[in-house]
């Protein structure tokens, strides 16, 4: 698997709207799931936070741990 949308997810801010200035990767749960449900936006934006609606859903937050770090991030999770 190619680690661009990836490394994107960590590094990419929500452009607009409540969570505007958030890295992608620390969206809440439910503000994804909202865009599940209401619809993506048709750009790399949507398909990116399609993407982490994904690994949230599927509890896959932790594979972006290694990324966070390798950028000096601190990691969200308290399970990591």
């Not at 949308?5 to 958030?22: I, N, S, T």
């Not at 809440?28 to 936070?49: H, M, T």
Request: net charge positive; charged share 20%.
């Amino acid at each position: 698997m190619n680690a661009e949308p990836l490394e994107k997810l960590v590094l990419m801010k929500m452009p607009f709207g409540k969570y505007a200035g958030r890295a992608l990767a620390d969206l809440p749960g439910n503000y994804l799931a909202w865009f599940a449900r209401e619809g993506f936006p048709k750009s790399e934006l949507g398909q990116l936070l399609e993407l982490m609606h994904t690994l949230d859903h599927n509890g896959l937050r932790g594979l972006l741990a290694p990324i966070q770090r390798a950028h000096g991030l601190q990691v969200k999770s308290k399970l990591l």
